[in-house]
């Protein structure tokens, strides 16, 4: 075949061609694994970050296996012997795996996370001591990214225990001090309205003000709020829940008692 004027060598057209087919076969098979795994067909976060993460898995398998196949075609379109090299590899295969015993385990451990539904993607856990989200997972390494923006990197073979926070909303709970002073209505109808507009926020799954009284300290009488969040939610929910407690206490001119400490004089 010539191209203006110069001739180009046959193995250079079929190895476009095989480059080509692999890109198109690529983006066939992402369309029909997105299609198949649907990941807006779930209804729960939980459910659709396990779908997302198996998406991410079968796309990068499948990758791998194209770019394996595109490289024995063209290696047998530039008359390299590949039965020979396929071969070769096979018999090569049990040193390459007393070699790569770790990457082996990484493997298997991956395939169990995924079979297992330990966790997902953007789901919330403690992996050995470390907290944090999911922000990548592949057949080699887990990749977490605390609250504080570190990031720790885990081979998956040493994951050992695992609490995963996502799969259920935590309560956080708010103790409100008043003052004796106040009467228990007025401070109950207070705390009812602070309630009330704190389930406005989405923030919350629940919020509601416990019954009755928590506790009779020594400068104060302790109610409770408590409030069903996820864990990522936790120190946002809580500052804003201080925050409505400390606005529409001002607004009631209810103040919220410090400790105090009696002195008597000895005779």
Do not use: C
Not at 133 to 138: D, G, K, P, R, Y
Not at 146 to 172: A, D, H, P
């Amino acid at each position: 075949m010539e191209i203006f004027g110069k001739k180009i060598p046959s193995e250079v057209i079929q190895s476009v061609i095989i480059v080509l087919v692999a890109f198109i076969i690529y983006f066939i098979i992402k369309s029909i694994i997105k299609k198949v795994v649907n990941i807006k067909s779930e209804k729960t976060k939980h459910a659709k970050n396990r779908r997302k993460t198996v998406l991410v898995l079968f796309k990068n398998i499948s990758k791998y296996v194209i770019i394996l196949v595109v490289i024995i075609s063209l290696l047998a379109v530039w008359h390299v012997n590949t039965m020979a090299l396929i071969t070769s590899i096979g018999a090569l295969s049990v040193v390459i795996g007393l070699v790569f015993q770790d990457l082996l385990k990484d493997i298997l451990v991956g395939i169990s996370i995924i079979m297992e539904d330990t966790f997902s993607l953007g789901d919330y856990v403690e992996i050995n001591g470390f907290k944090g989200e999911v922000i990548n997972f592949n057949f080699k390494s887990t990749r977490l990214k605390s609250l504080t923006n570190e990031v720790r990197i885990i081979s998956n073979r040493n994951i050992t225990e695992v609490t995963n926070y996502s799969l259920n909303k935590i309560m956080l709970v708010i103790n409100v001090n008043a003052p004796y002073e106040e009467e228990y209505d007025t401070v109950e109808r207070v705390l009812k309205d602070i309630v009330k507009n704190l389930s406005k926020d989405e923030m919350f799954d629940e919020i509601v003000l416990a019954p009755g009284i928590e506790e009779l300290a020594s400068s104060s009488v302790v109610y409770r709020i408590n409030a069903v969040i996820g864990i990522k939610d936790q120190f946002t929910a809580k500052r804003k829940i201080l925050k409505e407690i400390k606005v529409t206490f001002d607004k009631n001119k209810i103040s919220i008692p410090y400790t105090q400490i009696e002195v008597h004089n000895a005779k």
